[in-house]
């Protein structure tokens, strides 16, 4: 069975550092990773996902197999990242596990 | 808005009530999924359909909901005889039979039975 687990339910960063989301997960299958974000009262939408390797809004995330990872990253946080972060599975037909999510402060 | 409709956006019942939500979907999207959320956790698949023809049911799907998507544009999911353990965010999501294809979320019905 696949599983995708965010160790860390609360992450917060001052404006300006770095910022990491971690991601897990296990799959016996060749994995499709993608990263949604959910800000204040808006709903779910798409970030990024693996297959593309682009850039959205500054976050990039590298697949790693061998670690069965999918982090999320970026430079340098602004206060607008401030929102849930949700790592998710596409097993077949786009069915979707998602991990339990961290919620991302970034102060002033 | 364009993106995916749901209603009613909140929903408080009486447990022991059937409650039934709707879901529409952007229009061209042949896919239709069902998820719940409840507080503190990511979103559970719960089922999903490609046109009218539901493909997969989770096994969280337990007999008291149904879900339809009759001619395979609109899809409604219906709770029978509602339980206090039912409260919780149900999320729509459609996208297109593509791989990798991006899933649109819509801003989902809250259940609360009390």
């Known amino acids: 069975a696949q599983r995708v687990t965010q160790p860390e339910k609360l992450l917060s960063v001052f404006k300006g550092a770095p910022v990491e989301l971690k991601c897990n997960y296990s799959y016996s299958g060749?994995?499709?990773?993608?990263?949604?974000?959910?800000?204040?009262?808006?709903?779910l939408q798409l970030l990024l996902r693996h297959i593309s390797r682009e850039s959205i809004k500054g976050f990039t995330a590298d697949l790693n197999k061998g670690e069965t990872s999918f982090h999320l990253k970026k430079p340098f946080a602004q206060e607008e990242d401030s929102a849930m972060y949700y790592c998710a599975l596409n097993t077949n037909a786009g069915k979707s596990t998602f991990g339990d999510g961290t919620t991302l402060t970034v102060k002033p | 808005d364009t993106g995916v409709s749901q209603n009613p956006r909140h929903k408080i019942t009486k447990r022991g009530q059937n409650v039934t939500f709707r879901c529409d979907p952007i229009s061209e999207h042949?896919?239709?999924y069902?998820?719940?959320?409840?507080l503190g956790q990511g979103p559970e698949f719960l089922t999903y359909f490609q046109n009218e023809a539901q493909l997969e049911k989770s096994r969280l799907l337990s007999d008291r909901f149904s879900a339809e998507r009759p001619k395979g544009s609109f899809s409604t999911l219906e709770i029978q005889r509602t339980e206090q353990g039912d409260s919780a965010m149900y999320l729509c999501a459609s996208s297109l039979v593509l791989p990798n294809d991006e899933a649109f979320f819509g801003q989902g019905t809250r259940l609360t039975v009390v």
Not at chain 1, 32 to 40: D, G, T
Not at chain 2, 34 to 38: G, I, M, N, P
């Open chain 1, 30 to 43: 060749s994995p499709e990773l993608f990263w949604y974000v959910q800000y204040s009262r808006q709903r």
């Open chain 2, 34 to 38: 069902w998820y719940r959320q409840t």
């Open chain 2, 30 to 32: 042949n896919r239709l």
